[in-house]
Each structure stands twice: as structure tokens, then as C-alpha cells.
């Protein structure tokens, strides 16, 4: 019962709710060490076009695809990855070389835009954009702050042209 409820049905990764525990008990150790981490936020662009045109059965696998793809790339056991709602995923990352997590991040997203898939013989490609805060040496953010912060960092993508990764270091 535990795992059905911190799991998102559709995609299989963790569900918001299980993300939100997971990933403050992990910024918390973060705060506690010092050791820089990064939150994600991942929207995939124009989704509502896909839903649209080709149907929700189509969009549902799509979002299947993506997250496939995410978990994929994201094996660590310090890496926590959830679907956050509708097609935004939120990806939490600690590690001993922060440099590395946006490189990981444009990876996942140049891996998505890669990618392509089917409907009815009609292909369907997806990109997505990336907003991140890696946190270096102000941890007096809480997680909500740098959901926040991530958000803003996504829509600065959003109005910039979509299908990138952007960041801010705190």
C-alpha cells in the first residue's frame, strides 16, 4: 500500500506527494553537510498540442516515454525523480560534483528531443524545458523556495524559445 501511494499510476516514477517527503528529508542533509545539491523542474512543450491532435492515449504514452526516459538517466541512489503533475517532472539531485548536474539535465533534455514516437504511422517529437537551482552555499531557501526559484528558471526558458536548460546557482 506504501509504494501504491507514492507512485504515480501512469508513469510508474514517484508521485508529488512522495517527491515532496523524499526530497526534503534529502535537502535537509544537504543543509545539515553543506553538500550542494539541484532541483529540476521538466515541462514537456506544447503538450497540449500533442493531447490535441492526437489524442490523450497518445499523450498519456508520451508521457510514459518521457518518464522512461528520465528514470533511465537518473540511477543513482542519491537521484530522486518524480512526475509532478500533469507533464512536469521535478528531478532532485545530490551529489559530491554539482558541476555535473546541469550537464546531466541537458543530457536528459537533448535525450527527450532525440526521441521520437508514433501515432497512427504519424510521428511525434517532443522536447522539453528545463529549469534548475543548484545550491551551493545559500541553504536558507526551503524546498518550496527552490521549487519556486525552479519555476521561474523554466518559464524564463519557456518565453526564451523553449527546448533548453536554464539555471540559477544560490
Known amino acids: 500500500l506504501l509504494s501504491v501511494s507514492r507512485t504515480d499510476a501512469l ?33 514537456i512543450d506544447f503538450f497540449k498540442s500533442v493531447n490535441d491532435s492526437y ?7 508520451c508521457l510514459i516515454n518521457v518518464a522512461n526516459i528520465i528514470a533511465d538517466m537518473c540511477r543513482r541512489d542519491t537521484d530522486i525523480v518524480a512526475r509532478y503533475g ?10 559530491d560534483e554539482p558541476e555535473k548536474h546541469i550537464q546531466h539535465i541537458e543530457l ?45 528558471q523554466l518559464y524564463l526558458g519557456k518565453h526564451k524559445g523553449r527546448n533548453q536548460v536554464n539555471e540559477t546557482i544560490i
Open 11 to 43: 508513469t510508474g516514477l514517484f508521485n508529488r506527494g512522495a517527491f515532496d517527503s523524499l526530497a526534503k528529508d534529502a535537502y535537509m542533509d544537504c543543509r545539515r553537510n553543506r553538500k550542494a545539491c539541484t532541483l529540476t523542474l521538466i515541462d
Open 55 to 61: 489524442g490523450h492515449n497518445a499523450g498519456d504514452q
Open 86 to 95: 500533469g507533464e512536469e517532472f521535478v528531478l532532485f539531485f545530490a551529489s
Open 108 to 152: 536528459i533534455r537533448a535525450a527527450i528531443a532525440k526521441y521520437q514516437t508514433t501515432c497512427d504511422d504519424l510521428p511525434i517529437q517532443l522536447t522539453v524545458s528545463c529549469g534548475a537551482v543548484r545550491v551551493e552555499d545559500d541553504f536558507s531557501k526551503d524546498l518550496i523556495g527552490l521549487i519556486y526559484l525552479a519555476d521561474e
